[in-house]
Each structure stands twice: as C-alpha cells, then as structure tokens.
C-alpha cells in the first residue's frame, strides 16, 4: 500500500495517542491482518502492552476486528481511512463553526476526539443535567468499547467545560441539529466490521434468504442477486440512521409524526409560547436524545461541505464574494439532498447523468442566504437596494430554517415582527430575482457553475458535480504547477492539456514561445513527472535524431502524484513539530509545571514568554499548513466520491 | 540547349486555357492538370489524345507547362509566360535546381537539401543558385525553424508562415515585444467591454485598506475565519482596486477612490470574439498600420488562447471576457508594472510548505540522508513566515 500514505498515518497517531499506538498501527499496516499473538511477535511488543494499544486505537476506530464466527481468533486490520481522518478534525470543526456556531464546533471537536460518543456521556461532559434517567429502549446498542473510551475522552474535553455554559436545551437542539444536517450519525453496530466482512454477512444473509439452492451463478441470477444485496445494505443503513422520530428520548419534549420538526426553539424563545405545551424541569422544552443514542462524525458527509466550500472559493475567484455567497448557500442547499458522496449503492445504470443530479428552487437558497448581503452591489444595473436586506426573508427563514447554521446574531437580532402583505412580497420577489441574477451569471461562466434545469424560466437549478469536481482538480493542479514552474509552465500544461499530444514546434507557435525556451521548460516538466512525452520514429531504425517526441499531459496521473506528494509534505510537516518542541523544551516543560501553569505571566521571565510565544506560533503555522494540505487531499482525492484507495 | 521554334498557334490556345482554369482556381499557379483534365480542356484545340499529346510536349518544351508526378500519375501545372522565357535561357543544372526549388513551393528548400537531391557538383549549384538569384527567378528567405540554414524558393512567391512564422516573428526571431503589446491591447479592448465600475471615494482610514489579492483571494485565510461583516461587504464583494496614480503628491489627498468591478447581467451581451478583437486591433492606431494589416484573425485568435492559458481571459458563450481583477497598463504607459500584474502567487497548501518545493523532496525521509528534523528549510521557512 501507499507508503506515504502510511507513514503519515503513523506520524498522525503517535501525534494523537503516543508512540506505542502509532507501532502497532505502523505493523499492521505492514502486515495487514493479523491477530493480537502474531501482532505483539512482529512489533516485538508484549503483549499486554499491545492489547492496551490496540483498545487505544479501537477505540478512535484506527483499527478494525472481526472474528469469523463465535470463539474464532479475532484478527484486527487498518482503518486508513479513519486513520487518514485524523488529520482532518480541524478543519471540520472550522466548517462546523462557520455554520452551526462554536458551540457546535466544540461539540464536534469532542466527538472527533472521542471516535464516538454516547449523548448521554457527553451530556455529562458538558455538565448538564442527565436528560433521562430510563432506558428508551431503543436499539442502540453500543459497542463494550465504547463505554471505557469515553472514560478517557471525557477527561479530555472536561477540562474545556468551564468556558462554555451551555443549557440542555441549547445542548440538544444543537446535537438535533447537527444530526438532521448530517455532520452527525447515529453509529449502528455494524460500524465496527471491515467493509468486506460485512460485505460477506450481507451476501450470506441474501443468500439463506432468497436463494436457498445457493446458486448465483448466470446473469440473470447475478443481477437479482447484485440487487437483492443492494436492497439489503440501504436497509441495514436505514436501520442504523438518525431518525428524528425514533431516537427522541422518552422524556423529551414528544414529537407527533405530523409535528413539522423545523418549528423549532427559536419560535418558541421569541414568543415565550411552549411549544406542544410541555414543558419540563423550568427548562425551555426540547426534544431530548435518548441517553443510549451514539453519535460520531460523517466524515463523508463533512467532505461533502468542504468540497461546496471550495467551489464558492472557486466561484469567488472569478465571480466575486456577492456570486459566490448565493452560490454558498445553492450548495449548500443541494448537500442535503445529494446522496452520500461515497455512496456505493446510487444506480448504477444511470446514462443519463443529469436527472439524478439534485435540485434547489430559488426560494430555498434565499432562505438560507445571509440577508445582510447587499445581492445588488455586485451586478451592474441590479438596484442595490438596502431595503432588500432588512426584508422579510431573513425573519421567515429562521423559524423555519435555524437548523441549516444560519449565525445565532442573527436570528436573535430579528425581533421586528414580520412585515406581511405588498411590501413583504415585493421585496421578496425582488429578492430572488436578484438571487436569480447571480445564479445566471454563474451559470453563464465558462465553467458551468451551476445549470437552470430545463429551459429558461424554471426556477429550480442544479450543479453537475461530477464535471465541477473535474475543474476544481484542475485548477488546484495549476495552482501547484504556478507556484512551483512559473506561469510559463502553466501555459504549457494547460495549452496540452487542451490541445492533446503536440510536438514541441507546435507547442511553442501555440503558447508563443521560442523553442529553446519551450524546450526547457517541457525538459524540467518531465523531470518532474508532470508531463510525458511519447516516441514516434520516423523510421525503423529508431535513432533519436530521427524521432518525434508528442508531449502531452495525464491529469490522473499528475492528479495522483500530487496526492502522494502531499501525503509527504504533510507528514514532514507533522515530523517537524517535535523538532521545533525539542528546540524550545526548558521553556515548554517550565511552563507545563504545575507551580507555573496558570499563571505564566508572573513566574515567567520576559525572554522566556517571548520563547514561549514562538513556539506557539510555530506550532500553529505548521499545524494551519497540515490543514490546508488536507484540504488538498480532500480535493484531489475525495470529492469525487470515485476514490477507492483507502479500501481495506 | 537548342532554341525553341516558336509557340504554335494551338499550343498557345491550350496554354491560355490551362491558365485561365489556374488563375480560377483556388491553387492558382500551383493547380494541376492531369491528363483527363487537359483533355476536357482541350476539347477546342484538339480532338484526341493523338492531337493533344505533342501539343503538351511542345509547351512542356517551351517551359510553360512543368510536368510532375502525383500519385503515380503523370500531371503538369502552369508557369507565367515571362518565368519560362527566362528557364528557357538556363542550362541543364540551373534548369534542374530550378525545378527543384519550384517544386518546394512556398516553403522554400535548403541549400544542402538541394545539393543533396540535385546530384551535381556542389560548386556547380552554387554557381547556378548565384544565376537564378540575379535573374530575379529565385530569392532565399529566412527560415524560423532553422535559421543558420539558407532557404530558397521562387521569387515571386511569399514565403508562407511556416517559413516565416507568420505576423509575430520580425526577421525569423519572435518578436516578444509586438505580442506584449497586443495581449495588452487586447485585455485593454476587452476589460472594457466585461465588466462595468463604479468609484467610490471614501475618506482615507489609518489602515490602508487590503490591496486587491488580500480582499480578493480566496485562500488567505485558509479557510479560517470567514466573518462577513456588512461594512466590509461591498470591498470584499467584486474586485477592487485603488485609483492608478501618476503623481505623488496626491497621497496626501484624504479621499481614495475605490473603482470596484461590477459583472455585468448574465446573457445580456455578447462579449468580444476573436473576430471583433481582430477588427478593433486593426483599426486601432495602436499597432503599426503595417503590422496591422498583416494580422489574421487566426493570429489574433493564438494570442487570445495564450491568454486564456495564462487565465487573463475567459470564454463566455462565443465570445471573451477578462477574468475578474485583470488589469491592462494604462496605454503609452512604459514602467515596469510586472509586480502589479497579479503574478503574485498564492499557491496551495503544498507549495507553500518548504517540502512541497524542495530540491531533496525524494531523498527526504525518517532515516534517510536528510529528514524532517535536519532539514534547513523548515528552520528558514519559520524564520521568515514564507
Ligand atoms: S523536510 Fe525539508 S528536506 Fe525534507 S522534504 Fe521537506 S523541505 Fe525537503
């Protein structure tokens, strides 16, 4: 496998669990299964220390188990793809405070931390009040590890309590919220089983099912069973997803089927109303999770958000704050409605691309706009009008939408009653047609930012992401290739990219160069490993002087080096850090002392927090690059969804 | 060789045929003939084969008519009346690199080419390269693609752009300065036409505000904190840039004066298109009238591919627009503007690491000749903050 990929892995572990941790990951991602006996002889660890390190990294779900059947050796494999995640919690909990607030950032933050995390627990966490002491009943069966995790975890986070006093109100409608977004997921039993195992129990099951004779051989009897499997996994994800109705603890606040769930608290603040009429221990009535419900992060779903992310940066780049906020929110608006982007079970027989990609309306992208953007300031003969933003929408939107990260200032701020009648509408209309006049100049941009469905006049739009994905891909590759071979080079790459195989003549009369200018700069290109060049001889004798040599350029395989390379750079990156600790260890370790900390500025010489400041300093600009780096990796190798490489 | 009897009167008339159906050609001089179409033009002069055939020999003889092969079969092409008066003058080497040079057309042949194919005596085709030279029969020409090499052809042929490499290149060497001007010109013509300003002046805070790449860039903050405040809204909304300007006291003016760039309504124009860039470029008086009348749209249209590869312009429905935060210099200005020029490079999260550029990147590794810990760069690239 990937050894850069690995030794990053391993680097990320022993950051976050210490150095036994990261040895035992760093053998079995050598060996690939094995079982705890095996595991201790090739890591040459005893094996009391490896079965304390392997709950470590069970714990975070670094490490997958499985055993056959009862009483068979359980063998533990890699998860790289959690492992690799690990490098991602900070620029998860940086989206999830640009659109649930800090509040829900810290939660996040401790749910990475922890893996995953028991409401219950983490309620306990935050110090509030236990929301239900009676067992729900609901089938949430946590994992035996689960429990001694959180022990640790809850160490961790407890010490950042104090600085957030949040209600149990507050607590759970911002875990609800979380949880209809989708950057939280009840976790299922079935989370722990290495996708191929399960693959073999889903198989099985199909099999004992439907086909007792056990013959699934044919084509006929392939594509039945294919799709019986299929039928069978959404079912089991089913089973094992959030459901708003399903997973409300028995005491909460209790939701009636036909109860729209977006009426939420905020209406009932403003109005001092109770909502349903239930109202428990003086508090603001919620509806409360079940204790039992486990959580964790939907890392899928999260890529998801970083990936609209980067195409309202795109967006912005060429088109301005104004276009590509709207465009934001159209994403943004569509993520909900996008299957998974690792979604293995989507049809596969869809020819026709574009009716399985999702739409919006304009009505629900103005809903989750950010009102006091002024949409006329950006677009020549758009009235500019101040009163568009102090309109209607914003208010509506908040009742109905507060759970889609819109900013708490906000809504709080609204407590102008909503304007009704003529104005109210107007200003409305002019609203969304301005709303409509940047999705059009997006449209209208060369690279397709979004599309109108149907004809012109429909009100609903869409956004070809496989085809976008494509462009950010290539636009990130440029970016690399500009900042490391000039922009020379870049017209290079791009004129091939383009234009396809070429002779270097033909290059230089396309990008407008001398050849012996263009011939350095395809030279070093090849060096590099950016572009190939193919051998056509002229004749059978094959001399070089006689050859052509077609240049050209292989987005997928660039695409592929720049990942592995950025692999690297991120674990040298996360290599140095120790180094630049080791630099400044008499002031960390003086520091760290229980007699100085708290109170560094007293017991500190001035040189000494000066050191001190360094350090941090240092250590932030080298982490703040790791982030960028993975979102990179998220770029180049996850947004497409198509990436298989991190399969066990 | 022996002088020619005159032209008889029906090869004459077959000649002229010949040269009208060239003429109206779209080859010109350069069609060919071959026998089945001589003989549908022939129907007047000669009733058959037997007829026409020595009347085809006898201008063949006389130099009017060229004979060659062309897959296999025979065909002749036409030559002016004075060209061949004058081979009819020349001996059997000069006659031969004639031929030889005639048939390189407009892309001209090589001197050490000819001396190679003709067989004969190198001396011998010089002396007779010096002869057809004087005669005004052939001219040598510059060639691009080899330029220490001498190249001839016919002369009164142009060479073709192959040869010469068309309107950008100034005696065989690319003339940079001609395709700076006109990429300039061309932003100039198109950013005019894409993108509507509006000037805002606002009172001068202490803070000078961020130059366009910080407002502007995506990336700056790496995707930390986004806050939107209202305030910084318009600023940060379309591209800005702070007023051009040429004298130095005016910084002491309390007021700036922002010109922000407004996109224009979606499919409400057309924007410019090769065609429309190619007929502003020569009307303008900006380029040598000359120059100008030289350009081809197919030229004006490779300048505009250059810059869209340089992401300056972008292709909107048929036409261009200059990306958003292009800037041209301001005509007849003549400083170096190349730092303005959005060259800054921002890069990504791996070229602005020290690894993502480094010359050992491959050797670099726990236990290898150089690691992460003894690595030079990194202490620098914390030092500096870049
Ligand atoms: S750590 Fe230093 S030597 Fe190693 S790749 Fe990075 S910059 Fe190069």
């Not at chain 1, 982490?623 to 198509?642: E, H, T």
């Amino acid at each position: 496998m990937a050894q850069n990929l690995a030794e990053l892995c391993i680097v990320l572990i022993e950051n976050s669990l210490g150095e036994l941790s990261a040895q035992i990951f760093a053998t079995l991602a050598e060996h690939g299964r094995l079982t705890v006996h095996t595991l201790a002889e090739h890591a040459k660890i005893p094996l009391r220390r490896v079965r304390t390190g392997l709950t470590n990294l069970m714990e975070e779900q670094l490490v997958l188990h499985f055993a056959a059947e009862e009483g068979a050796p359980t063998f533990y494999s890699v998860n790289w793809r959690n492992a690799y995640n690990l490098a991602r919690h900070t620029n998860i909990a940086e989206l999830v405070n640009d659109r649930h607030g800090e509040h829900a950032a810290d939660m996040v933050g401790n749910i990475l931390q922890l893996g995953h995390a028991r409401v219950g627990d983490l309620a306990d966490a935050y110090d509030l009040q236990p929301a239900s002491k009676r067992d729900s009943g609901i089938d949430t069966t946590a994992d035996h590890m689960t429990e001694e995790g959180l022990v640790n975890g809850i160490a961790k986070t407890s010490s950042a309590k104090a600085s957030h006093d949040m209600s149990t109100s507050e607590f759970h409608s911002t875990l609800r919220a979380l949880l209809r977004s989708g950057v939280l997921v009840k976790v299922g039993t079935r989370a722990y089983m290495p996708p191929s195992d399960l693959q073999e129990q889903i198989e099985e099951a199909v099999i004992i099912d439907q086909f007792p004779d056990r013959k699934v051989t044919g084509p006929k009897k392939q594509s039945e069973f294919k799709l019986a499997i299929n039928v069978l996994k959404r079912k089991w994800r089913e089973d094992d997803a959030y459901s708003d109705l399903h997973d409300v603890g028995s005491r909460g606040a209790i939701k009636r089927p036909g109860d729209h769930f977006k009426t939420e608290n905020k209406r009932i603040k403003v109005n001092g109303g109770h909502a349903n009429g239930v109202l428990h221990d003086g508090e603001q009535s919620t509806t409360k999770l079940s204790d039992d419900l486990v959580v964790r992060v939907d890392f899928s779903r999260c890529t998801m958000a970083m990936r609209s992310r980067r195409l309202e940066q795109h967006a912005k780049r060429y088109l301005g704050g104004v276009t590509a906020a709207v465009y934001g929110a159209l994403l943004q608006t569509l993520e909900g409605k996008v299957r998974a982007v690792h979604d293995d079970l989507a049809p596969d027989n869809s020819d026709d691309e574009e009716s399985t990609l999702p739409c919006s309306t304009i009505s629900e992208v103005a809903e989750i706009l950010d009102p006091t953007i002024d949409l006329g300031a950006s677009i020549k003969g758009l009235p500019g009008d101040k009163t568009l933003t102090n309109g209607t929408n914003g208010k509506k939107r908040h009742d109905e939408f507060g759970d889609f990260g819109i900013k708490r200032e906000l809504s709080d701020s609204e407590d102008e009653p909503t304007t009704n009648g003529y104005t109210g509408y107007r200003d409305r209309a002019k609203r969304l047609s301005a709303i409509e006049a940047h999705l059009a100049l997006l449209e209208e941009h060369a690279r397709h930012f979004c599309k109108r469905t149907r004809a012109h006049g429909s009100n609903e739009w869409r956004v070809d992401f496989p085809a976008l994905n494509a462009t950010l891909i290539e636009a990130e590759l440029d970016a690399t290739i500009l900042a490391r071979y000039g922009k020379l080079a870049l017209r290079v790459v791009r004129l091939l990219r383009e234009r396809g195989k070429l002779e270097e003549k033909q290059v230089a009369s396309c990008a407008m160069m001398r050849i012996k200018d263009v011939r350095a700069i395809l030279t070093e290109l090849q060096f590099h490993g950016i572009l190939e060049a193919q051998e056509l001889p002229k004749d059978n004798a094959r001399q070089p002087s006689r050859t052509l040599y077609l240049w050209f350029f292989d987005t997928f395989r660039v695409q592929h080096l720049f990942l592995q390379q950025t692999y690297k750079g991120m674990a040298r990156t996360m290599q140095r850090i120790p180094v630049e600790r080791e630099r400044y260890r008499t002031v960390i370790e003086k520091a760290e002392r229980t007699d100085v900390k708290g109170r560094e500025q007293e017991k500190l010489e001035q040189p000494e927090k000066q050191a001190l400041r360094e350090w941090r300093e240092a250590e932030e600009r080298l982490l703040a690059q790791v982030d960028r780096m993975d979102q990179m990796v998220a770029l180049l190798r996850d947004f497409s969804g198509k990436d298989t490489s991190l399969t066990t | 060789m022996a002088t020619l009897t005159k032209l008889s009167g029906p090869g004459d008339a077959l000649y002229t045929e010949l040269c009208k159906a060239a003429q109206n050609s779209i080859e010109g001089l350069r069609k060919v003939f071959f026998q089945s179409d001589i003989e549908q033009l022939a129907t007047d002069t000669a009733r058959d084969k037997k007829e026409l055939l020595p009347l085809v020999q006898e201008l063949v003889n006389h130099s009017l008519l060229r004979l060659s092969k062309l897959d296999r079969a025979l065909c002749w092409s036409t030559r002016p009346r004075d060209a061949a008066t004058a081979i009819s003058r020349l001996n059997a080497d000069e006659k031969l690199v004639y031929s030889y040079v005639e048939d390189a057309h407009q892309k001209g042949i090589w001197l050490r080419e000819l001396k190679k194919r003709t067989n004969i005596n190198p001396n011998a085709v010089t002396k007779a390269m010096n002869k057809l030279e004087n005669a005004h029969l052939i001219k040598s020409v510059k060639n691009i693609r080899a330029p220490a090499q001498k190249t001839y052809m016919l002369y009164h042929l142009v060479p073709s752009d192959d040869v010469t490499g068309g309107s950008f290149f100034d005696a065989g060497d690319l003339d940079e300065s001609l395709i700076d001007e006109l990429s300039n010109l061309i932003i100039f013509h198109v950013r005019m036409q894409s993108w509507a300003d509006t000037k805002t002046k606002r009172i001068k805070r202490e803070t000078t505000p961020p130059p366009l790449t910080a407002a502007d860039d995506p990336d700056t903050a790496g995707g930390k904190k986004r806050k939107r405040g209202p305030t910084t809204d318009i600023e940060d909304s379309a591209a800005t840039t702070r007023k051009y300007r040429l004298s130095a006291y005016d910084t002491d003016d309390p007021t700036i004066e922002i010109i922000t760039q407004l996109a224009l309504p979606a499919y409400s124009r057309a924007y410019p298109s090769a065609e429309a860039i190619h007929s502003f470029i020569t009307t303008t008086d900006a380029i040598r009238a000359s120059k100008a009348a030289q350009l081809t749209v197919a030229e004006i249209q490779n300048v505009v591919d250059v810059l869209v590869w340089d992401d300056k312009l972008e292709k909107i429905g048929d036409g261009y627009r200059t990306v958003r935060g292009i800037k041209f210099r301001p005509p007849g200005f003549l400083g170096d503007e190349e730092a303005e020029d959005g060259d800054k490079v921002e890069g990504n999260g791996l070229t602005q690491v020290p690894c993502g550029r480094c010359p050992v990147f491959e050797l670099c590794g726990e236990g290898g000749p150089v690691n992460a810990g003894s690595c030079v760069y990194w202490g620098r690239w914390l030092k500096e903050g870049a």
